[in-house]
């Protein structure tokens, strides 16, 4: 404790003079406690005498005022009683402790003595000196004062010039010198019990302290061990999650192919095109109805293994000691886009969180992402979206990035490359459309709109553009939707030439070790973080400083 913390108020009757080295004959004496007031280090705060009663407290009417928390308004008393000097506690909520015995209402005192105030509070130390009372008046002739020979050649010793130095080698000296008077001799005893007692309290202080803080460590140590075997079981889970979410969707993809060949089956027979026995068509449709109730049951304990893995990470983030701040606010927000997006958020590196905090500064210094979430709003582009992410099981956060391909511009029309001209709000090209269903018109080739193109209508263009990032999510990708970005901009297949020569699991094919094995280019890599960081704000865009409502809102609430 700081001493410009501790506020003092001394007994100003309590105080007396210090005595001569010499040795008085009076006949009355009268007690005295010395007292002082220690910190929790041993360092000495103040010092005290007290004739009388006094109490300690937090309270400014209190014989010494201690000003921390650790300290009741009225914490204890010490007064003269029956005979002998009396300990009171007075309610304190953090008790009084003599010899690390809590004492709960009175004690006798027995000086000198140390008493505790809260196990790691404040000290005060006492000791009782006896002094004697200014005699009656009398006329000079009859006053006397009487000295033995040693204490007369000390006293006159005394009061020669000696330093302070000198006094303390005297008093402190291993053994008594013939020259010592009844005061020194008197002094040095004093002193030296009073050195065996604080000792032995400070030993017991010390041992006390030493105990709290191997139990410190021990809590700290198991504290440690539990947190590295929940981040590991949530680690464990995750990647496990991961896995299953691969397997539906290209069990997905499985299935919607088998429909699509009994749908046409179907047709062929209603033509006349086809014959078919009924026993091989029901055996088809029962297969096909089988595997829908498998994946429905799968998609069920994808839920369940979800909600276990954010009670594991609960647990984790709860045996961190944390501090609720803005940046841990918008780590959290940062944590959560990353886990929703496929990536491991007990695995963030520092690099990547710092990264996103400057495309969070981006989008803070334009217009853009306010402009083109009003025309998500105004032109009610956001439903279809998302129904079609539900619908292939595809994180949400989806929805941001035809806002970084076009703004949600349903007539945008890339430049020419060579692989094309992309067009409308998912920038699809035209071998992409034509793989996913929709015709590019006659005018693929020019940087013209076309109403015969496909691409320019939105609801299309979405199930198109939705269907494509699910493949790229169900393979390559391995469920890391960070990976799909890189992959819907940079060219499917040249980033599936990179990702194909890493291993193939989701624990090691992951966005951050991308990035350590290969060098994106600067307009990829600006890519993802700015879908990224657009999700990050979503989540909560007041407090990012902008004025719309979360885009998903209405949906989580």
């Known amino acids: 404790m700081n001493d410009d913390k501790t506020r003092i108020k001394p007994n100003n009757t309590a105080h007396a003079n210090q005595d001569d080295d010499r040795t008085v004959l009076a006949p009355n004496k009268r007690d005295e406690l010395a007292v002082d007031l220690l910190n929790i280090q041993g360092e000495v705060l103040g010092h005290f005498k007290f004739a009388d009663r006094f109490t300690v407290g937090r309270a400014g009417d209190n014989g010494i005022v201690i000003s921390d928390d650790v300290v009741s308004r009225y914490h204890m008393e010490i007064k003269r009683e029956a005979g002998g000097w009396w300990l009171y506690n007075l309610k304190s909520t953090n008790g009084i402790f003599i010899d690390g015995r809590l004492i709960p209402n009175k004690e006798a005192l027995h000086f000198p003595v ?127 999650i991961k896995s299953l979410e691969v397997n539906i969707s290209l069990a997905d993809i499985k299935l919607e192919e088998s429909a699509a060949v009994l749908d046409e089956t179907l047709a062929a027979i209603n033509t006349e095109k086809l014959r078919i026995s009924q026993e091989q068509l029901k055996l088809q449709q029962e297969k096909i109805a089988a595997e829908r109730l498998r994946m ?25 000691l944390r501090f609720p701040t803005t940046t841990q606010y918008e780590n959290q927000l940062i944590a959560k886009v990353a ?34 979430i009003s025309t998500l709003e105004k032109n009610h582009l956001l439903q279809p979206v998302i129904a079609t992410l539900e619908t292939y099981g595809l994180p949400l956060y989806f929805i941001y990035l035809p806002l970084q391909e076009s703004n949600y511009d349903t007539r945008a029309i890339g430049p020419e490359t060579r692989f094309g001209i992309a067009k409308g709000a998912w ?22 709109y076309d109403e015969q193109d496909e691409r320019f209508d939105f609801a299309r263009a979405t199930q198109a553009g939705i269907k494509y990032l699910r493949k790229i999510y169900s393979t390559e990708a391995q469920a890391s939707g960070l990976l799909v970005m890189a992959s819907y901009n ?61 885009p998903l809102y209405k949906l989580k609430s």
Do not use: C
Not at 297 to 313: C, G, N, W
Not at 427 to 448: F, H
Not at 528 to 545: K, L, N, R, T
């Open 427 to 448: 920038q699809l090209l035209a071998s992409t459309a034509q793989e996913y269903g929709i015709s590019p018109g006659p005018l693929a080739d020019l940087r013209e």
């Open 339 to 372: 886990r929703e997006l496929g990536e491991s958020e007990l695995e963030l590196p520092e690099e990547f969180v710092s990264e996103v905090r400057k495309y969070i500064q981006y989008w803070q210094g334009t217009s853009r992402l306010q402009t083109a």
């Open 114 to 240: 140390l008493i505790a105030l809260g196990v790691a509070g404040f000290y005060l130390r006492i000791q009782q000196h006896t002094h004697s009372l200014p005699a009656a008046p009398s006329s000079p002739a009859t006053t006397a004062t009487v000295l033995n020979p040693s204490t007369q050649a000390e006293t006159a010793a005394l009061h020669r010039n000696v330093s302070q130095a000198d006094i303390e080698a005297r008093l402190m000296a291993k053994e008594d010198s013939p020259d010592m008077g009844d005061y020194t001799l008197m002094a040095r005893r004093v002193i030296h019990k009073d050195r065996v007692k604080r000792s032995k309290s400070y030993k017991k202080v010390i041992w006390t302290l030493a105990g709290l803080f191997g139990l410190a460590v021990a809590l700290v140590t198991y504290q440690q061990i539990a947190l590295e075997n929940t981040r590991k079981l949530a680690i464990d889970m995750f990647y496990d």
């Open 490 to 550: 940079y060219g499917d297949n040249r980033v599936k030439n990179m990702i194909k020569q890493m291993p193939d699991n989701p624990r090691d094919r992951n966005f951050w070790k991308f990035l350590q094995n290969y060098e994106l280019p600067t307009e990829t890599r600006d890519y993802v973080f700015y879908i990224f960081s657009a999700a990050v704000i979503g989540e909560d865009p007041q407090h990012f400083g902008f004025k719309f409502n979360p």
């Open 296 to 320: 429905r049951q799968e998609r069920a304990r994808l839920a369940s293994m979800k909600a276990k893995y954010r009670q594991y990470v609960e647990e984790a983030n709860s045996l961190r």
